[in-house]
């Protein structure tokens, strides 16, 4: 399946592949870290950013393709709603079909309220289902949640919420605990205990897994259990605007039926955003890991109704996406690949990097390899690195990379590479939001009473970066704190009539900016990956 020129590089990689196994290499310096960060990370490049006009966040900046979304017209602010005519009133409306949704659906219906999930897909088509690697907690003797608190801090470059990193860590272990009693197949040894490995950036062994089906198995489990529960999900229906009332309280959501385009009215007593990352907007047209729902629906959603945003500016692009062949451009190759032993590996043979460096780090030197250093290795699509996977099974012995990473010796086997023969091309992908929604410790918008956020829509839970294995984690923290939490709010709250009067002050915000819009901002449906290097 490779090149002659590829299969001349492959060389170079064999013949360094004994010395590399014997000498590990040395990790960076944090000045060192900082100079490459700023001179190859995507989210230094100033024609990346616009600044925002309005809005709670103005005059600070935010990537260009998410500035456009922002600076629009809403959809709705011309049509026709009777908002007098409500087809669904719920206690707690939850936004969203992933795992933070489903966390969040499942614990307010567990508390007693009367909850209905709306997603613009089905249940399951979201993040979680595409995350491999694993989540982490510290529930092992030589672990403490303060270790995962100290390497989630710094991992984050000591920018995360202290409050929603330490209920993070804390609540770790007993997430675990909650998902494992849900049915949740871990990874284990003979004797029943999980089994966990290294991540990067983290000290301890703590990522739990399930072999490289992690966020698959933690989904179907959460699907069957809101399915189980009974939790009405209206699929194929897309929130597209928040409802306030006449005490300024957010009050449901306006949905659009994706199949007859008809509108809808969903009054709730509190509404918990969980609508998931961005990368589907491809930023900087990086190619993405992410599912085709990552559209950045909440963010829009949530600042149009006043909520404001933290660490916008800031994105994760996985170091280790595929970059060969076409077909898989930009899917994750998880970081347990890198956890089990494959080296990060130029066109010369040469380990450039420790190959657990935290994500932000390692994406940067990729970057800067197959530019300014020009070792990077072409393909008919653009450059990439060497991930050297038949180090795995020299280490581990046979078989592990089928025991261990099944998912990914299939899926590039589907394309005639056999990765415990072979190395894999790799370039960073566009994979996880960094940014998002600001909440407080309990998972509210301070700013906005009854609205709630969990998962990747929520900004500073991991700071800058975030490290493997905390995004998983921090869906079921913050998503079943958000169930419980809407539920007892809902429990208090009193509405009164309902309106859209934010959209209208919203677009004379825009004009007062002289901000140039479009007629109405573009249904947040995704487009395939492009990538221009």
């Known amino acids: 399946m490779y090149t002659e020129e590829m299969q001349k590089s492959i060389k170079k990689v064999e013949e360094t592949r004994q010395q590399r196994m014997e000498n590990e290499p040395r990790r960076m310096s944090a000045e060192e870290k900082e ?47 009777d908002l007098n005519q409500v087809d669904y009133d719920v206690d707690v409306l939850v936004i969203g079909g992933g795992g933070a949704g489903s966390s969040a659906a499942i614990e307010a219906k567990e508390a007693g309220a009367n909850v209905m999930m709306v997603t613009k897909l089905r249940i399951g088509d979201a993040n979680t289902m595409m995350a491999e690697g694993g989540i982490q907690a510290a529930d092992k003797e030589n672990d403490s949640p303060v270790q ?25 272990p007993d997430a675990i605990e909650w998902l494992n009693e849900l049915g949740v197949m871990f990874d ?37 259990e809101v399915l189980n529960l009974g939790i009405p999900v209206v699929e194929f229906t897309s929130a597209i605007e928040l409802l306030k009332d006449d005490k300024g309280q957010v009050a449901g959501a306006v949905l659009l039926n994706m199949e007859t385009g008809d509108f809808c009215v969903a009054r709730a007593k509190t509404v918990v ?19 085709y729902g990552a559209t950045a629906d909440g963010l829009v959603m949530g600042y149009r109704a ?13 170091p280790t996406g595929a970059a060969y062949p076409a077909q898989i451009f930009g899917a994750l190759v998880t970081e347990k690949v890198r956890s089990l032993g494959a080296m990060l590996v130029n066109s010369e043979g040469e380990a450039f990097m420790h190959p657990l460096e935290t994500r932000d780090v390692s994406a940067a030197s990729i970057i800067r390899e197959c530019s300014a250093n020009g070792k990077g290795i072409d393909t008919p699509i653009g450059k990439g690195i060497w991930l050297d996977t038949p180090m795995i099974e020299m ?12 998912a990914m010796l299939r899926m590039f086997m589907n394309y005639d590479i056999d990765m415990r023969k072979e190395p894999i091309l790799i370039y960073p992908t566009l994979h996880y939001q960094n940014g998002g929604l600001e909440i407080n410790g309990d998972g509210f918008v301070a700013a906005l009473d009854n609205l709630l956020v969990a998962g990747e829509a929520v900004g500073g839970i991991h700071g800058r970066n975030r490290l493997m294995g905390n995004s998983l984690l921090d869906i079921i923290v913050f998503g079943r704190n958000a169930g419980k939490a809407a539920a007892k709010k809902a429990g208090e709250v009193t509405l009164g009539n309902l309106n859209l009067d934010h959209l209208q002050a919203y677009e004379e915000e825009l004009k007062e900016a002289q901000v ?6 573009p249904l947040l449906l995704p487009r395939y990956a492009r990538h221009e290097r």
């Open 306 to 318: 006043g909520a404001p945003l933290l660490y916008q500016d800031t994105i994760q692009y996985h």
């Open 188 to 224: 284990k040894d003979s004797e029943g205990n999980m089994v966990t490995t290294h991540g990067g950036g983290t000290s301890r062994k703590r990522m739990h897994a399930c072999k490289d089906y992690s966020g698959a198995e933690i989904m179907r489990t959460l699907r069957d």
């Open 148 to 172: 995962h608190y100290l390497d989630a801090f710094g991992g984050g470059h000591f920018a995360a919420r202290p409050e929603l990193l330490k209920r993070l860590v804390m609540e770790a």
């Open 395 to 406: 280490l581990g012995g046979e078989g592990t990379i089928e025991k261990r990473i099944p």
């Open 273 to 291: 955003i969980a609508t998931g990352g961005a990368g589907r907007l491809h930023y900087q047209d990086f190619p993405t890991s992410n599912h």
């Open 35 to 81: 100079e490459l960060l700023k001179g190859f990370h995507p989210d230094y490049r100033e024609e990346g950013f616009v600044e925002i006009k309005v809005g709670p966040n103005k005059g600070q900046k935010i990537p260009v393709e998410l500035g456009k979304l922002l600076h629009s017209n809403s959809r709705i602010l011309n049509e026709k709603i």
């Open 516 to 521: 140039q819009t479009d007629d109405v901002s």
